[in-house]
Every structure is written in structure tokens, then in C-alpha cells.
T-cell receptor, first 113, second 114 residues
Framework: DVKVTQSSRYLVKRTGEKVFLECVQDMDHENMFWYRQDPGLGLRLIYFSYDVKMKEKGDIPEGYSVSREKKERFSLILESASTNQTSMYLC????????????FGNGTRLTVT | AQSVTQPDIHITVSEGASLELRCNYSYGATPYLFWYVQSPGQGLQLLLKYFSGDTLVQGIKGFEAEFKRSQSSFNLRKPSVHWSDAAEYFCAVGAPEYGNKLVFGAGTILRVKS
């Protein structure tokens, strides 16, 4: 079974702090994704990566950056956290083919105060 | 660009009753279609997927979904709901020309009353 592990289940940070959310997958997947989940809005794609050191913006990249130095690890960075970034963050990975399903981590609930 | 609509934000059914969750997509050709379930505090788990072929697909936990091209729909069904099915359900759409990105609907929260 594919395992996608997000390092923190809950995080509380202060406005202006730099925040790192870490995600590791164990299936040698090329593609990794960061989504943000808010009630009534479903999942919105922040960034994704299709290879080491490669990244593409999703639908809501503003205020975020990402890093993928190793194939198994994909980090989401909030350069200066703001209260409107309080949300559930979901990491996912998928294989090479277009019709491969996404495999999700359990999520990180981030609160910015 | 493709889009997904889940018209029902909340649905409440009695335990043992049948269930249908609606999903409509916007895309010109045949997309890839997925249903995911999210239990409280968890990530999303794949229930089933459709790529081509038989339009009725079977998934885990007794769920099935039917692809209807004429209606641009991919509704999820279960003949008899169990209390453990209470969760949030997401429909998602992908297509080759959009690469590896999926677009998700806003989700439907299922409540099961005993």
C-alpha cells in the first residue's frame, strides 16, 4: 500500500512566522501535490511537482512556495503566515500515468493566530 | 477547463436506506472520474475510478458509480448505508490534456441516522 506521511497533524503558528509542512511518500511516485481544504470549497491545488526540483503552480499559489530536493519528499512553505492561511493542508502523490489515482496523507490542520 | 459540481452539500439518510450522491462534470470528451471518501480527521481514500469501458464501476465498501455521458454525470450509489459510511465524499475529474492534475468538487457530507 502507498503510504503518504505528513509530519504534523496539528500546527499552531503566529502571524508572520515561516512555516514548513513536510510530506513523504514511499512508493517512488513522480508526482506530488499540495492541496488546501476549506469547508464548502473542496480541495484546491496549491502547487504540484512532477519530478525532483520541478514544480508548477496550482490554482492558489499566492503566499506559498514549495521544495522538492528528493523524490520522496515535498515541502510546502508559508513564507510569512497569515490568518487567512488557517486551513487543512493535504499532501498527495500519484504515479506516472494520467489515470493513476491520488494517494493522500492524513492532513495537517494549521491554525495561524 | 474541466469542472465538477456536487449539488448536495449535506445529505442525511437512515441506516439501511439506499444512497445516491450526485456528481456532474464539465468536459468535452470522456474524462477520468474518481470518488473519494474522507472520514473525520483523515485524508482522502479512493472509493472507485472510471477510465473507460463498462459504465458501471464497483468500488470498495459496497459502493458503485455509473458514468452517464449524456448527462455528464458520475453518481455514487450504495444499496444499504451503514452508520460507518458517515463521512464527506468528493468527486474528482481528470483528463489527459490537463496532465496529472485533478479537479475536485466541493464535497457532500453524509450523515447517517439510526
Amino acid at each position: 500500500d502507498v503510504k503518504v506521511t505528513q509530519s504534523s497533524r496539528y500546527l499552531v503558528k503566529r502571524t508572520g512566522e515561516k512555516v514548513f509542512l513536510e510530506c513523504v511518500q514511499d512508493m517512488d511516485h513522480e508526482n506530488m501535490f499540495w492541496y488546501r481544504q476549506d469547508p464548502g470549497l473542496g480541495l484546491r491545488l496549491i502547487y504540484f511537482s512532477y519530478d525532483v526540483k520541478m514544480k508548477e503552480k496550482g490554482d492558489i499559489p499566492e503566499g506559498y512556495s514549495v521544495s522538492r530536493e528528493k523524490k520522496e519528499r515535498f515541502s510546502l512553505i508559508l513564507e510569512s503566515a497569515s490568518t487567512n492561511q488557517t486551513s487543512m493542508y493535504l499532501c498527495a502523490s500519484k504515479g506516472r500515468t494520467y489515470n493513476s489515482p491520488l494517494h493522500f496523507g492524513n492532513g495537517t490542520r494549521l491554525t495561524v493566530t | 477547463a474541466q469542472s465538477v459540481t456536487q449539488p448536495d452539500i449535506h445529505i442525511t439518510v437512515s441506516e439501511g436506506a439506499s444512497l445516491e450522491l450526485r456528481c456532474n462534470y464539465s468536459y468535452g470528451a470522456t474524462p477520468y472520474l474518481f470518488w473519494y471518501v474522507q472520514s473525520p480527521g483523515q485524508g482522502l481514500q479512493l472509493l472507485l475510478k472510471y477510465f473507460s469501458g463498462d459504465t458501471l464501476v464497483q468500488g470498495i465498501k459496497g459502493f458503485e458509480a455509473e458514468f452517464k455521458r449524456s448527462q455528464s454525470s458520475f453518481n455514487l450509489r450504495k444499496p444499504s448505508v451503514h452508520w460507518s459510511d458517515a463521512a464527506e465524499y468528493f468527486c474528482a475529474v481528470g483528463a489527459p490534456e490537463y496532465g496529472n492534475k485533478l479537479v475536485f468538487g466541493a464535497g457532500t457530507i453524509l450523515r447517517v441516522k439510526s
